[in-house]
C-alpha cells in the first residue's frame, strides 16, 4: 500500500545548491500537486499537473519549477537554494474531481 | 478568491467531551470538502470527503457536515481519546477548477487531555 512516496525525507542544502524533490503515486491518478507547509502559514500551493503533459503554477511558483515526467511520476526542483525556501514540501495525488487527495510524507528540507 | 478559515485555531478538551472543528469559505462553488489530520512531523491523512450534493458524512466516530449555502462545514468527533490529539485541516475544491487547485485552511491544533 505505497500510496504517495517522497524521497528524500530530509535534506540539509547551501544556500545556491539546485535539487530535485522526487514524489511517486501508484493509484492511477491524473493529478499531482507540490505543496509547502510553513508555520503559520499553512498549506500552500507551489505548482500542479491536473493531468499528464500539463503543468500549471499555484500561489507560490517563484524558485521553483517541475516536471510530470509520465502519470506516476511529478518532480520538483530548486534550481538555486534560498533560506526562504526552507520548509517542509508535500506532494498530493487525487484522481477524478469526485475523489479524495492522497498526501506523501513530506520532505523537511532546511537551507542554510 | 476563495478563503477558507478555521476557527479556534487551537483548542484543548478533556477526554471522553466530544469536538466540534469549523472551517469556513468564501465562495460556495464548490466541488467537494475534505477533512484531514496531521500528526506532529508527519504528512495528512484524509479523514472525511463531503460532495457539494452532501449534508453529511460519517465514518465510525467522526460526522461532517457541509452547508454550503452558509460556507460551513462542521467536523464532530465523539467521545474524544488522547490519541486524537493532531491538527485538522479542511480543504476545499473549486468547482470553477475541480481538476486542480485546492484551498486548504490553516487547521485547528487539538489537544485531548487525559
Known amino acids: 500500500n505505497a500510496g504517495v512516496t517522497q524521497t528524500p525525507k530530509f535534506q540539509v542544502l547551501k544556500t545556491g545548491q539546485s535539487m530535485t524533490l522526487q514524489c511517486a503515486q501508484d493509484m492511477n491518478h491524473n493529478s499531482m500537486y507540490w505543496y509547502r507547509q510553513d508555520p503559520g502559514m499553512g498549506l500552500r500551493l507551489i505548482y500542479y499537473?491536473?493531468?499528464?503533459?500539463?503543468?500549471d503554477k499555484g500561489e507560490v511558483p517563484n524558485g521553483y519549477n517541475v516536471s510530470r515526467l509520465n502519470k506516476r511520476e511529478f518532480s520538483l526542483r530548486l534550481e538555486s537554494a534560498a533560506p526562504s525556501q526552507t520548509s517542509v514540501y508535500f506532494c498530493?495525488?487525487?484522481?477524478?474531481?469526485?475523489?479524495?487527495?492522497?498526501f506523501g510524507d513530506g520532505t523537511r528540507l532546511s537551507i542554510l | 478568491k476563495q478563503e477558507v478559515t478555521q476557527i479556534p485555531a487551537a483548542l484543548s478538551v478533556p477526554e471522553g467531551e466530544n469536538l466540534v472543528l469549523n472551517c469556513s469559505f468564501t465562495d460556495s462553488a464548490i466541488y467537494n470538502l475534505q477533512w484531514f489530520r496531521q500528526d506532529p512531523g508527519k504528512g495528512l491523512t484524509s479523514l472525511l470527503l463531503?460532495?457539494?450534493?452532501?449534508r453529511e458524512q460519517t465514518s465510525g466516530r467522526l460526522n461532517a457536515s457541509l452547508d454550503k449555502s452558509s460556507g460551513r462545514s462542521t467536523l464532530y468527533i465523539a467521545a474524544s481519546q488522547p490519541g486524537d490529539s493532531a491538527t485538522y485541516l479542511c480543504a476545499v475544491r473549486p468547482r470553477t477548477d475541480s481538476w486542480g487547485k485546492f484551498q486548504f485552511g490553516a487547521g485547528t491544533q487539538v489537544v485531548v487531555t487525559p
Open positions: 498530493a495525488s487525487s484522481g477524478y474531481p469526485d475523489q479524495p487527495q492522497h
Open positions: 499537473s491536473a493531468s499528464e503533459g500539463t503543468t
Open positions: 463531503i460532495q457539494s450534493s452532501q
